[in-house]
Nanobody
């Protein structure tokens, strides 16, 4: 059974940094494309970064140059390093595949950026 468990969120001042982690289980992680999504109340989840099984990365315009996605295939974990955080980065962050054939969603991790 596929399980995604996000962690690392918290409250941070604008300009600060956070590192999110997501542990994946129940699939062959090394060949799985991975992504990070952000959801704010009243809006659908937005893909902000992705990394393919081959290591190709993509970033949304709103996070480009500030966020870095990485993965540790030995640990079945994907990370999101978030620097220069802005108030508008506030939301619940989820990991999943970057395509619509999603795995069951995890609980997410809340990121709150204070001005």
């Amino acid at each position: 059974q596929v399980q995604l468990v996000e962690s690392g969120g918290g409250l941070v001042q604008a300009g600060g940094s956070l590192r999110l982690s997501c542990a994946w289980s129940g699939m062959i992680f090394i060949i799985t494309d991975t992504g990070w999504y952000r959801q704010v109340p009243g809006k659908p989840r937005e893909l902000v970064a992705s990394m393919s099984g081959g290591g190709v990365t993509w970033y949304g315009d709103s996070v480009k140059g500030r966020f870095t996605i990485s993965r540790d295939n030995a640990m079945n974990t994907v990370y999101l390093q978030m620097n220069s955080l802005k108030v508008e980065d506030t939301g619940v962050y989820y990991c999943n595949k970057p395509s619509p054939d999603w795995f069951p969603w995890g609980q997410g991790t809340q990121v709150t950026v204070a001005s």
